[in-house]
């Protein structure tokens, strides 16, 4: 078998860093950019293309058939998976948390399935142990054409992907603001970053220590302890724990959103970048970041069901 990663896979030419127009920006002097990584595919949310990229290539290296992933019932990376592999005709297996669900149990499957995803519905308690070394083993056993690709494609080969995403920033940016899940993203970030850059990361996740986490994933995709201690003084933490945690929002949130894209004309998702605009925004009433030039980060999410999506964007 032949296979091919073609360059329309791995583009990222639709992403662009835009300025962004705010009256409280021109009264705290700030000026912000964002990184508009949402626009690089209607499906893939922009920083999961970005993890996919070396995954992808790795798996082009491999002798495997296919590739096989993990999610849950809403995931991002799930149909990002699911939508490249059908553009290149990977045949393709997601391992879905929920025993329970069915490919038509909401929008996110239903997507993922009508582009060629076979998904396998997991036991949560099994679900768990998707990092286990001795389960992974087991599941190349059981899957031996399948090239495995970890949750939310967090491994090296994410990071070194979500790098790229700072690879053209202006050196006098002094700070970039992202969204945080498994931490690959702001990851990257953070080792593309220069020395004098801070990145500001705002946890999806409820009660998340960001720190461990990193220190985690770091150790996981092979670097020295002696980089991430080093790096992690250009690391801070905001979090927005009032909208209620993980994938909970409040109308409060919406009414940023839809403000924020009336301003603006960027849509923001509830999960994931409208909290981490909304973090930013406080810091710069605060005066956090006075006669500085920020970048956010837009890693996109704007999946799932149109009807929500319509509700967030019709003024
Ligand atoms: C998955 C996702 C994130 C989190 O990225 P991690 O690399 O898992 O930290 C942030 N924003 C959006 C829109 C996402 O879909």
């Not at 945080?180 to 990851?187: A, I, K, V």
């Not at 839809?258 to 009433?285: C, N, R, S, W």
């Amino acid at each position: 078998m032949t296979k091919k990663v073609s360059l329309r896979m791995l583009s990222v030419e639709n992403a662009r860093l835009e300025k962004i127009e705010h009256p409280l920006f021109d009264e705290k002097n700030v000026q912000v950019f964002v990184q508009r990584d949402d626009l690089i595919h209607p499906l893939v949310s922009g920083n999961k293309w970005r993890k996919l990229k070396y995954n992808l290539l790795a798996w082009k290296n491999s002798k495997k058939e296919g590739v096989l992933t993990f999610g849950g019932a809403y995931s991002n990376h799930l149909l990002a998976t699911a939508a490249a592999c059908q553009l290149e005709n990977i045949p393709c297996i997601g391992m879905v948390r929920g025993e329970e669900l069915n490919p038509q149990s909401n929008a996110t499957l239903a997507q993922c399935s009508a582009l060629g995803m076979r998904l396998i519905f997991m036991d949560r308690m099994t679900y768990q142990m998707r990092e286990d070394k001795q389960f992974i083993e087991e599941l190349s056993y059981e899957y031996p054409n399948y090239y495995i690709i970890p949750e939310g494609g967090a491994n090296y080969y994410g990071m070194i992907g979500c790098q790229e995403i700072v690879k053209d920033f202006p050196s006098d940016i002094q700070a970039v603001f992202v969204a945080q899940g498994t931490t690959t993203t702001s990851s990257g970030i953070l080792l593309g970053l220069s020395e004098q850059q801070s990145l500001f990361v705002v946890p999806a996740l409820k009660g998340f220590d960001v720190a461990a986490e990193m220190e985690h994933r770091w150790r996981y995709a092979g670097f020295p302890d002696e980089l991430w201690e080093e790096k992690q003084i250009q690391l801070q933490i905001k979090t927005v724990d009032q909208f209620g945690g993980y994938g909970k929002w409040n109308e409060e949130l919406i009414q940023f959103i839809k403000v924020f894209y009336q301003l603006t004309k960027i849509p923001l998702d509830v999960v994931y970048t409208g909290k981490a605009m909304y973090a930013l925004m406080e810091e710069i009433k605060r005066d956090r970041f006075n006669h500085q030039q920020v970048v956010f980060v837009h890693t996109g999410g704007l999946q799932g069901n149109p009807e929500e999506l319509k509700y967030l964007f019709t003024i």
